[in-house]
């Protein structure tokens, strides 16, 4: 039966101090997960340590087939069902922090902070553990996602989705490290969040031959070069610039010796835009726009193209819901842009409702860094914010849901700030 008092308070206070009893731990655990960083679809040791974690707890686990795992705590048959997400895959970069505890696997890093996201829906875990009696009087229930493979195109958030992970679920939510904002704040932005993003390879093949007589070649490195040029260069006159299209190339490779030109050679990139629907059917387009460039050359062109996930649209509501869970248990919400980056979690939305926030991991007053590179560094105090942030928004939503709290009523402990 679900709770009817609206003045009945939501339990931010409690959540927040079982959070911070667990911080030294959590810490432990994410330092762990960043000595011991897996590449996408191979996260087998992390799977195995948030497994023991959540079933030491008293929470029920069910491992996905490979890697990842979904677990649920709460009323078994609930009214409303909270589901949160964390990915657990890490990068290929090789780590240059010089941390104590760096990474320990050659030219692999959790260089997006996908461990702080772990360690945070642990933390999570264990302070919804702590008041599941009142998830189960309310009707509630907390499903946690550790999802493979987010780094990877296709993602792991489709795997989640065809093994069931969302099946009973309303509302789902996210966080994702940002090293432009201080520990302590949360970035929370209505609508898209996040941009379309699609893999693409474009592959030459053609004559090669001795570099003092490319006339009688087809130039192929040549031609490759004039790929990474010109095709963003036509495109940005081909699409609406109110697109926010933006295609950058991330490897060449392309022949072996000075004096040789090659029969074959690729470029790999990414394709990013703001705009849902002009990348809905931009892949004949590009595909066109390669083959006119490259036409002068002689060369034969193949272009692949991985469709990669749409963007993150925030649900109101949700954000209204995650905005009463940063102040609630003592955090600050902060604006935040939409970005070019693209973040699997939009699958999941296509299903149901949800929203992802921003964490902030800047020292206060420290530098800035950045996302996939190796000198990374958050400050850990990032983790308990996280951790607290997603426990509280599962009674928030939940209550917001049933209408049983009135979310602007909700006493904060913290407050909106822009900082």
Known sequence: MLVTDRSAPLPFEALARTVEQHAAELVSIRRD??????????????TALVAERLERAG????????????ADLGATEPAHRIALRADIDALPIREQTGLDFASQTDGVSHSCGHDVHTTALIGAALALKS????????????????QPAEELMPGGAEDVVAQDGLVGVDRIFALHCDPSLDAGQVGLR????????????????????????????????????????????????????????????????????????????????????????????????????????????AVQAEVTITKGVPPVVNDAGCIDALTAAVTGTGSFVAPTPQSLGGEDFAWYLTHVPGAMARLGTRA????????????????????????????????????????????????????????
Request: net charge neutral; aromatic share 4%; glycine share 14%.
């Open 33 to 46: 997960l960043h000595t011991h960083p897996e590449l996408g679809r191979g996260e087998v040791r992390t």
């Open 59 to 70: 929470i029920a686990v069910r491992r996905l087939r490979g890697t990842g795992l979904v």
């Open 131 to 146: 008041v599941e009696e009142r998830l189960v009087a309310s009707g509630v229930g907390a499903r946690l996602v550790f």
């Open 190 to 297: 209505v609508g898209a969040i996040t941009a379309a993003a699609d893999q693409i390879e474009v592959t030459l093949s053609g004559r090669g031959g001795h570099t003092s007589r490319p006339h009688l070649t087809q130039d192929l490195t040549y031609a490759l070069a004039k790929v990474v040029t010109d095709v963003p260069a036509v495109l940005s006159r081909r699409l609406d610039p109110r697109a926010g299209a933006a295609l950058v190339w991330g490897s060449i490779h392309s022949g072996g010796a000075h004096n040789v030109i090659p029969s074959s050679g690729k470029v790999g990139g990414t394709l990013r835009m703001l705009d849902a629907g002009i990348w809905e059917g931009v892949e004949r387009l590009l595909e066109a726009v390669v083959h006119e460039v490259v036409k002068p050359y």
């Open 364 to 419: 206060a007053g420290g530098a800035t860094f950045d996302l996939h590179r190796g000198d990374l560094v958050i400050d850990e105090a990032a983790i308990t914010v996280g951790a607290s942030t997603l426990a509280g928004v599962v009674f928030s939503a939940a209550a917001q849901l049933a209408g049983t709290a009135t979310l602007a009523g909700v006493t904060p402990l913290g407050a909106v700030a822009d900082r």
